[in-house]
T-cell receptor, first 114, second 115 residues
Framework: GENVEQHPSTLSVQEGDSAVIKCTYSDSASNYFPWYKQELGKRPQLIIDIRSNVGEKKDQRIAVTLNKTAKHFSLHITETQPEDSAVYFCAASIGTGTASKLTFGTGTRLQVTL | DADVTQTPRNRITKTGKRIMLECSQTKGHDRMYWYRQDPGLGLRLIYYSFDVKDINKGEISDGYSVSRQAQAKFSLSLESAIPNQTALYFC??????????????FGPGTRLTVL
């Protein structure tokens, strides 16, 4: 089955700096890569996703890049703000029929300090 | 608002007890999932269902069972709870054919403690 590794497990940045979280996946057939944000005591929520036919996707201060050859994808947050503090999960899934069956990484706890 | 709800939100039980966690959704989604979250281990899939009566095992199904008797409801049971099943449990839904695409919508979670 698919295996997703995520690094780092914790990340502390100063407000205004950039943050990068990296994930690798094992199954070359994976074609959908979402990122979820989980604030303290809350449910995970999708913040951005990318499909394997796209190399990069941006949404305001967040962006995701995908390198299919190396089987890794990354989340980039620019101009970090205190409200960006949360746990971030990457995930990967395969195919159309099973597209909604996700394998998650172990999470990165991002702390944005003032 | 269409939503995903879970009951109970918190539960403390004893080893060997049978317990059921309930998930309901008003999103009209066909696909439903149960995950458990443990510190440092992320979200791991227990069971999933793509339609009523459709049940599929996830990566950590041992010790759990599920029931999908209606589109809106997906129940997770622990037949004989053990302490290492202490975790935060999330239900989620998705509708790949709808406007949400492959996005999974999570419930608020159930914190289960097995003593």
């Amino acid at each position: 089955g698919e295996n997703v590794e995520q690094h780092p497990s914790t990340l502390s940045v100063q407000e205004g700096d950039s943050a990068v979280i990296k994930c690798t996946y094992s199954d070359s057939a994976s074609n959908y890569f979402p990122w979820y944000k989980q604030e303290l005591g809350k449910r995970p929520q999708l913040i951005i996703d990318i499909r394997s036919n796209v190399g990069e996707k941006k949404d305001q201060r967040i962006a995701v890049t995908l390198n299919k050859t190396a089987k890794h994808f990354s989340l980039h947050i620019t101009e970090t703000q205190p409200e960006d503090s949360a746990v971030y999960f990457c995930a990967a899934s395969i195919g159309t029929g099973t597209a909604s069956k996700l394998t998650f990484g172990t999470g990165t706890r991002l702390q944005v300090t003032l | 608002d269409a939503d995903v709800t879970q009951t109970p939100r918190n539960r403390i039980t004893k080893t060997g007890k049978r317990i059921m966690l309930e998930c309901s959704q008003t999103k009209g989604h066909d696909r439903m999932y149960w995950y458990r979250q443990d510190p440092g281990l992320g979200l791991r899939l227990i069971y999933y269902s793509f339609d009523v009566k459709d049940i599929n095992k996830g990566e950590i199904s041992d010790g759990y069972s599920v029931s999908r008797q209606a589109q809106a409801k997906f129940s997770l049971s622990l037949e004989s709870a053990i302490p290492n099943q202490t975790a935060l449990y999330f239900c989620a839904t998705s509708d790949p054919s709808g406007s949400g695409g492959n996005e999974q919508f999570f419930g608020p979670g159930t914190r289960l403690t097995v003593l």
